[in-house]
Nanobody
Framework: QVQLMESGGGSVPTGGSLTLSCTAS????????VGWFRQAPGKERERVAD???????TYAESVKGRFTISRDNVKNFVYLQMNSLKPEDTAMYYC?????????????????WGRGTQVTVSS
């Protein structure tokens, strides 16, 4: 069982920035599609961004132009740089990987997940 680990969450004011990090212990992420997801209380889980083996990225409309996903295959990390944060970005953020594909597919294909890191944006 591959376990992913997120870090970097916190509390910031509106307009602030945070960088989330995701890594895996004992597993190399470089060949996987890795995604960042978030879930706010009472809401469905939402895919925020993903990055595939060739570094092709996709973003939810709500974060385009504000969030940037990237990966460092040497360090075995995937990052989510979040700028111009808004109160509606408040959620638990999770990273997940799809081990079976080098391209990114539907949410159901992500088989390994982290435990999440909380992001809170105050108004």
């Amino acid at each position: 069982q591959v376990q992913l680990m997120e870090s970097g969450g916190g509390s910031v004011p509106t307009g602030g920035s945070l960088t989330l990090s995701c890594t895996a212990s004992g597993y190399v992420l470089r060949y996987d599609c890795v995604g960042w997801f978030r879930q706010a209380p009472g809401k469905e889980r939402e895919r925020v961004a993903d990055i595939d083996n060739s570094r092709t990225t996709t973003y939810a409309e709500s974060v385009k132009g504000r969030f940037t996903i990237s990966r460092d295959n040497v360090k075995n990390f995937v990052y989510l740089q979040m700028n111009s944060l808004k109160p509606e970005d408040t959620a638990m953020y999770y990273c997940a990987s799809d081990h079976s594909s080098i391209i990114c597919r539907g949410q159901n294909y992500f088989s390994s997940w982290g435990r999440g890191t909380q992001v809170t944006v105050s108004s």
